[in-house]
Structures are given as C-alpha cells and as structure tokens.
C-alpha cells in the first residue's frame, strides 16, 4: 500500500519503496488552507519538475488565519485535521513523501503536555500512511517560542515510537551544529536523521558540501551516522541578500555530491507586513493564489534546472 519511507543500510541515505532516494522537497507549509483544486495542480506541476517532497505544517499560523490541523491541547482540529489527512493521501497516491512539521513558535500548542498529545496524535491517525515523516519540533534551539527543551525532543520521539514504531522523526536546528548539538540529537534524543537549517547569507551555497562532510566526521566519531537533510535553506524575500536562481542550484548540487540525503526548495513572503506580496508557502489561500502561480521568475528558473539535472540533461 502506498509509498514506503526507510533509511538505507548504509545510514546516510532515505529510501522510497527500498530504493536510495534523494529527497527534493519544497516548502508548502500553509498547504491546509489551500483548496483542494489547488493543490492537486501545485502537486501535479511540482511532479513534474521531479519534487518528490512536501512540508506541511501541522500547526501554523500566519496573516491573522489559523489553518492548524490540532488544537490548544493537541487534539484534532476541524476542518484542518481533514484537510491533512487528505492531502497526505493525495501526496502518497502522486508519489510524494510528507514532512508534517509540529512548531510551538506560533502559539498554537499551549505546553509540552500539549504538544506531547499533538504528537501522538498525528502518529496514530497517520499509521497507515508510510510516506510520512515527522519533524517534532521546528527549529528546537531557538531561543523564543520555538525553543524545546532536549529532554522532551526525547519524549516526543518516544511517543511516536510509543505509536508507530517505524515511524521517521527528526527535530531541525536553526543556524550550525556543533559536536555538542549533534549529540543531542542523535545520540540522547535518537533522532533518526538531521535536519539542519543553514544560515541564509550570500556565502551559504558555497558552505554546504563542507558542512556535509563535517557533519559525517562528527558522527563517525560519535560512533553512529544518520542521513542529513537540508531541510530549510535560504529564501527569496528576507532583509538582505537575495538569492538568484544560480545559487539556489549550486546550493542544491553541493547537497546531492556531499552526501546528503535531501535538499528544500525554500520559500515565503517578502516580510511579514499584511501587505507583502507574495506570500508563497507561508499564505496558500484562494485569494492568494496557488504556490507556483506566486514563485517568481528566479525561483521558477531554478526548479526547472534541478529537474534537468536530476534527470541527467543539460542545464
């Protein structure tokens, strides 16, 4: 049934129905208040464009619209709870992993015990669906709302196992890891894989493939490797430096020729003012417009370059 994810045997790879699988995902983190219309041609183009991922926020909120799949307590949430399960099973039938990311960030989750509850959640009503994985705590080390204490990264990734033992799950770090962070994650919290969100300069690109392998010198010494997955990179839209479609592609290679495991297409708004536009990922209502009818000339240009160079053809 579906599409099954797995870590390869060699640790540093996913796997889709037991073949070594590079993970291209794209940013979708509003796709419940999408409509249904929607994303099915998003999906439709995305696959297309050899994007076998998706990132979909299990609680989020943003612009003044709440479109979180539970609630303050963790339980399910109508209409959102429906619209996930849907859109997990539209993405498994299309041939699309899932990353359902959990945030204490935006205020939805009220505690630990909440969020504990949300995790469990989620972990049961998706069992059938193997094409998921579970990013328990976005950003974990931040120091706001965000911020998850690594003990209960532990509990959370034990509730899952708890439900569905064969279920992925990881917790992303903003910013660089060290040794110490490392361990935290893979050694007391037991997270199956890495997913760490770089630093969004002009430098980044060329950074990465060094990062890979510093990473993987770090876990052989901790005596245990896990596959790392650029889950968050940088973003046309913010303050600063403005990413063109050439670094989102050197960005991506370096991904693929260091070893990693996966590699995010990264999107959002131009700031966070009600009158930004567009929104892209962070806001995918129908007076919005669906995601890649709000991808910009650059980000468009890059997409068809990755998939010309995952199938092998000259960019």
């Known amino acids: 049934m579906g599409n099954t994810?797995?870590?390869?045997?060699?640790?540093r790879r996913l796997c889709v129905n037991g073949q070594p699988t590079f993970l291209f995902g794209v940013s979708y983190f509003a796709g419940l208040g999408a409509d249904e219309q929607a994303v099915q041609e998003d999906l439709a183009e995305l696959k297309t464009?050899?994007?076998?991922?998706?990132?979909?926020w299990a609680t989020w909120r943003a612009f003044d619209n709440d479109i979180s799949a539970v609630d303050a307590d963790g339980d399910e949430r109508s209409p959102y709870w429906d619209r996930l399960l849907w859109l997990v099973e539209l993405a498994d039938k299309l041939g699309f992993?899932?990353?359902?990311?959990?945030?204490?960030?935006?205020?939805?989750?009220?505690?630990?015990?909440?969020h504990l509850n949300a995790a469990g959640v989620l972990a049961e009503a998706?069992?059938?669906?193997?094409n998921v994985y579970f990013d328990l705590a976005n950003e974990r080390n931040a120091d706001d709302a965000r911020h998850v204490q690594s003990a209960m990264v532990r509990?959370?990734?034990?509730?899952?196992?708890q439900a569905d033992p064969d279920r992925l799950v990881t917790a992303s770090n903003a910013g660089e890891m060290d040794p110490d962070r490392l361990y935290e994650y893979i050694t007391a919290a037991r997270l199956d894989f890495l997913t760490p969100h770089r630093p969004r300069q002009a430098g980044s690109p060329g950074q990465t493939a060094q990062k890979t392998e510093l990473l993987s010198r770090w876990m052989q010494r901790l005596g245990k490797v896990v596959p790392v997955v650029y889950q968050e990179p940088f973003r046309r839209?913010?303050?600063?430096?403005?990413?063109?479609?050439?670094?989102f592609l050197t960005d991506f290679r370096a991904a693929i020729d260091s070893g990693a495991a996966g590699w995010f297409f990264h999107n959002g708004p131009a700031d966070a003012s009600p009158q930004a536009r567009p929104r892209r990922c962070f806001d995918l209502r129908p007076n919005e417009g669906r995601l890649m009818t709000q991808l910009d000339n650059e980000e468009r240009t890059f997409l068809l370059q990755a998939a010309r160079h995952l199938r092998g053809q000259p960019i």
């Open 5 to 11: 994810l797995a870590i390869d045997a060699d640790q």
């Open 49 to 56: 464009g050899a994007v076998n991922c998706l990132r979909v």
């Open 97 to 114: 992993v899932v990353d359902v990311t959990i945030d204490r960030g935006a205020g939805v989750l009220t505690d630990d015990q909440a």
């Open 126 to 130: 998706l069992r059938e669906r193997r």
């Open 155 to 161: 509990q959370l990734r034990d509730r899952v196992k």
């Open 237 to 247: 839209g913010l303050d600063g430096w403005q990413p063109v479609a050439a670094d």
